[in-house]
Each structure stands twice: as structure tokens, then as C-alpha cells.
């Protein structure tokens, strides 16, 4: 198994920045690939970005070019720096992980963009 917590959600004005992380802990020789989604209120969960073992990327078109997913080589942490932020950025966002037998969750941290 693999547990995951991740950190550094909050309020920021449109346009600022936000780094989140997220820490994996167990069972991590097993891991795929990691990334982040995110839910709106009355929205379903959507694809961010995620990392893969051999270091391949991909972003979700909506933040291509502001959000930038990175990693160190033992898969912690995982980062996701989040730059030019909107209000319709707003969510709660998840850290998961694709491990060989199943795929794994954070608790979710909110971020806020005011306009």
C-alpha cells in the first residue's frame, strides 16, 4: 500500500502562485506514476497533471503552460507549481499514485483564487 499527505493549498489573489506537495510513504517501488486531480464544487473530478516513472509529463490543457509537475527521483516529494492562478482554478486537489495493483488518494487540499 501506499499512503499519500500532501501540503501547501490556500487563498491566493488571481494571477499569484502556489507550490503543493505531496508525500508518498510505503510501498513506493511500486508506484507508476504520480499526479494531482482536482473537483470543483458541482464539477467532476478532473485530471491535472501526472508524472510517470520514466519522467514523462502531461497537463490537462487548461493549465498547460502555468503548472509545472516535478519529482526527485524517490517520489518524494512530488510537486505541482502552480503560476498565473485563476478563480476558475479553484478546487479541492488530490494527489494520487498508480502503483502495479491499484491507484491510491490523498485527503485533498483546497485552493482558492480570488478574483
Known amino acids: 500500500q501506499v499512503q499519500l499527505v500532501e501540503s501547501g493549498g490556500g487563498l491566493v489573489q488571481a494571477g499569484g502562485s502556489l507550490r503543493l506537495s505531496c508525500a508518498a510513504s510505503g510501498s513506493i517501488f511500486s508506484i507508476n506514476s504520480m499526479g494531482w486531480h482536482r473537483q470543483a464544487p458541482g464539477k467532476q473530478r478532473e485530471l491535472v497533471a501526472v508524472?510517470?516513472?520514466?519522467?514523462?509529463?502531461n497537463y490537462a490543457d487548461s493549465v498547460k503552460g502555468r503548472f509545472t509537475i516535478s519529482r526527485d527521483n524517490a517520489w518524494n516529494p512530488v510537486y505541482l507549481q502552480m503560476n498565473s492562478l485563476k478563480p476558475e482554478d479553484t478546487a479541492v486537489y488530490y494527489c494520487?499514485?498508480?502503483?502495479?495493483?491499484?491507484?491510491?488518494w490523498g485527503q485533498g487540499t483546497q485552493v482558492t483564487v480570488s478574483s
Open positions: 508524472i510517470t516513472r520514466g519522467g514523462v509529463t
Open positions: 494520487y499514485t498508480d502503483t502495479r495493483t491499484a491507484v491510491y
